[in-house]
């Protein structure tokens, strides 16, 4: 799990209600038209710029990629790149038939090895998937960006809807106040759901996709210098460039026996 995103959550929340209850009750902050408005409202207007499957999908991605920190560190890629491109110097590229690893697209470069097509093709077929998967990460990405442009223009929507009926109520002075902070209400909503749940959302999805993509780049180089026959010790060295300078030491696999 990615503890980062779910402490920053919680505590973002916490945050707001302590604050809600310094000088109120939660039900003081509680308007179910005005929370109606802006969500349902921020809900329609998505489904009006994205497909439905392009929502969920979004939503699961998120779940998955936010919530989750299953990402390989390029270290850890490098040292079993550098295994693999040994085995492969002692067996041959059929050495690598019984190497199983839990990373997707490691795992389809291998098999793709395997099973004897050239370089080409294999090199093809990654950059197909590489470009399938940052797409995927991009439409997520505008979905909560698209949620977080919406909740505030809808909470507007709503404390202006709250100040007309507001306004047909002049002629009971007492009721204006209580009025105008139900109005208000439908702000605080929409602005929470976007600084505080789609914006960083969409912030932590924009940052996963770029670590998917810097580790996908590193396996492609990787397992182009495999089938080149390339030396692990050089072809490590070529691949440093993917972590910083204090993460290099031990990089390097065994010298053959």
Do not use: W
Request: with cysteine; charged share 20%.
């Amino acid at each position: 799990m990615d503890i980062l995103t779910l402490v920053g959550l919680v505590a973002g929340v916490l945050i707001v209600i302590l604050a809600m209850l310094a000088n109120a009750s939660l039900l003081t902050f509680l308007n179910l038209p005005g929370l109606a408005i802006v969500l349902g409202g921020t809900f329609a207007v998505t489904l009006i710029k994205f497909r439905m499957a392009s929502v969920m999908s979004a939503f699961r991605m998120a779940m998955s990629a936010a919530f989750t920190d299953r990402m390989a560190r390029p270290a850890e890629l490098i040292r079993e790149v550098g295994t693999l491109a040994m085995v492969v110097r002692k067996e041959g590229t059929l050495g690598l038939e019984n190497h199983q690893t839990d990373n997707e697209f490691l795992q389809k470069a291998i098999n793709l090895c395997v099973d004897g097509h050239p370089p080409e093709l294999v090199e093809e077929a990654l950059a197909q998937e590489t470009q399938q998967t940052a797409e995927r990460y991009e439409v997520a990405e505008r979905v909560f960006r698209g949620i977080g442009e919406s909740a505030p223009a809808l909470g507007m929507l709503g404390t202006l809807v709250g100040l007309v009926q507001m306004l047909n109520t002049l002629d009971d002075p007492g009721s204006i106040g209580p009025a105008m902070a139900v109005a208000l209400l439908t702000t605080l909503y929409g602005a929470f759901i976007a600084q505080m749940i789609a914006l960083p959302l969409a912030d932590k999805l924009q940052l996963k996709a770029e670590d998917e993509a810097r580790n996908q780049v590193l396996i492609i180089t990787s397992i182009k210098n495999i089938m080149r026959g390339e030396n692990p010790r050089v072809m490590t060295e070529l691949l440093s460039s993917f972590v910083t300078p204090e993460q290099r030491t031990g990089l390097a696999p065994e010298r053959e026996a």
